[in-house]
T-cell receptor
Framework: AQTVTQSQPEMSVQEAETVTLSCTYDTSESDYYLFWYKQPPSRQMILVIRQEAYKQQNATENRFSVNFQKAAKSFSLKISDSQLGDAAMYFCAYRSSSYSGGGADGLTFGKGTHLIIQP | DGGITQSPKYLFRKEGQNVTLSCEQNLNHDAMYWYRQDPGQGLRLIYYSQIVNDFQKGDIAEGYSVSREKKESFPLTVTSAQKNPTAFYLC????????????FGPGTRLTVL
């Protein structure tokens, strides 16, 4: 079974600064998908970014980018120019690929990192 | 407006009662999922369904049941057999395409009195 570990229960950053959230995972599969979701106080889960394991290029969405290190099984999220609206819980998640014998059997989540933005 | 709706937003249950949480989507997604979130924890998969009239157990299915009679709907019943049902419940859906992204509803907070 796959596991996802987020080692930082809480992070704090000054507004307009850059912060990196860590995520590591354990899997024996070669093909899979990784996601970062944001959960603000409303508790709605919102997709931030996704990465296909077969792609070497790191995914980027505006101020959000990832550092995907497949050999190290690491998937960190970098938030540039932090804004007050970025304050939330951030969850890293793993999804198996059907080509690895997995499929539509859901996401495996880490326990989350609480991001605080200091004005 | 396309999206996923969950109702009710808050639900209170007495011990020994069954309750049903509603999840509806109009995104034309084939797959639907139920997750449970406890304080300080990530989400854990309860049940999922890839097509109508078919569903599979997730990691923590004991004490829960589901049905999938329509593509748009995937209700979750929390039975009296669930020992610790107080939690936040999230429904999600996705296309069945390889690795497709799951999108989430706003959630239901269930409290056992």
């Amino acid at each position: 079974a796959q596991t996802v570990t987020q080692s930082q229960p809480e992070m704090s950053v000054q507004e307009a600064e850059t912060v990196t959230l860590s995520c590591t995972y354990d899997t024996s599969e070669s093909d899979y998908y990784l996601f970062w979701y944001k959960q603000p106080p409303s508790r709605q889960m919102i997709l931030v970014i996704r990465q296909e394991a077969y792609k070497q290029q790191n995914a980027t969405e505006n101020r959000f980018s990832v550092n995907f290190q497949k050999a190290a099984k690491s998937f960190s999220l970098k938030i540039s120019d932090s804004q007050l609206g970025d304050a939330a819980m951030y969850f890293c998640a793993y999804r198996s690929s059907s080509y690895s014998g997995g499929g539509a059997d859901g996401l495996t989540f880490g326990k989350g990192t609480h991001l605080i933005i200091q004005p | 407006d396309g999206g996923i709706t969950q109702s009710p937003k808050y639900l209170f249950r007495k011990e020994g009662q069954n309750v049903t949480l509603s999840c509806e989507q109009n995104l034309n997604h084939d797959a639907m999922y139920w997750y449970r979130q406890d304080p300080g924890q990530g989400l854990r998969l309860i049940y999922y369904s890839q097509i109508v009239n078919d569903f599979q157990k997730g990691d923590i299915a004991e004490g829960y049941s589901v049905s999938r009679e329509k593509k748009e709907s995937f209700p979750l019943t929390v039975t009296s057999a669930q020992k610790n049902p107080t939690a936040f419940y999230l429904c999600a859906s996705s296309y069945r395409a390889e690795g497709d992204t799951q999108y989430f509803g706003p959630g239901t907070r269930l409290t056992v009195l």
